[in-house]
């Protein structure tokens, strides 16, 4: 019913900038939150970004001050501005959303993801 699609990953050298877009469509009445997780080989999936209807976004402590989450509402889509990349932040990287549909069934779905490598 919800599908979210990613866009945006690739190669860049250290020092470089990335953006990441993520936009959810199919059945929604309203999303209420959209986040940016990110896996490493052989890590854990961590949280990286998420916005919701409160002012302050929530980043993870390794990327504050260098990324920047943003969202266009109307456009179910979410944005991850990424500057000063560091080799540590290649990953994939999927995108979350979650909100309600019509009749208020509730959906939490995820991207396939984007790779996101960063060269030293």
Same mark, same amino acid.
């Given at each position: 019913?919800?599908?979210?699609?990613?866009? @945006?990953g690739g190669l860049v050298q250290a020092g470089g900038s990335l953006r990441l877009s993520c936009t959810a469509s199919g059945n929604i009445v309203q999303v209420n939150a959209m986040g940016w997780y990110?896996?490493?080989? @052989?890590k854990e999936r961590e949280l990286? /970004?998420?916005?919701?209807?409160?002012?302050?976004?929530t980043y993870a /402590?390794?990327?504050?001050?260098?990324?920047?989450?943003?969202?266009?509402? /109307?456009k179910n889509t979410a944005y991850l501005q990424m500057n000063n990349l560091k080799p540590e932040d290649t990953a994939v990287y999927s995108c979350n /959303?979650? @909100?309600? @549909?019509?009749?208020?069934?509730?959906?939490?779905?995820?991207?396939q993801?984007?790779?996101?490598?960063v060269s030293s």
């Amino acid at each position: 019913q919800v599908q979210v699609v990613e866009s @945006g990953g690739g190669l860049v050298q250290a020092g470089g900038s990335l953006r990441l877009s993520c936009t959810a469509s199919g059945n929604i009445v309203q999303v209420n939150a959209m986040g940016w997780y990110r896996q490493a080989p @052989g890590k854990e999936r961590e949280l990286v /970004a998420v916005i919701t209807g409160s002012p302050t976004p929530t980043y993870a /402590a390794s990327v504050k001050g260098r990324f920047t989450i943003s969202r266009d509402i /109307a456009k179910n889509t979410a944005y991850l501005q990424m500057n000063n990349l560091k080799p540590e932040d290649t990953a994939v990287y999927s995108c979350n /959303a979650d @909100g309600f @549909g019509p009749d208020y069934y509730t959906f939490d779905v995820w991207g396939q993801g984007t790779q996101v490598t960063v060269s030293s």
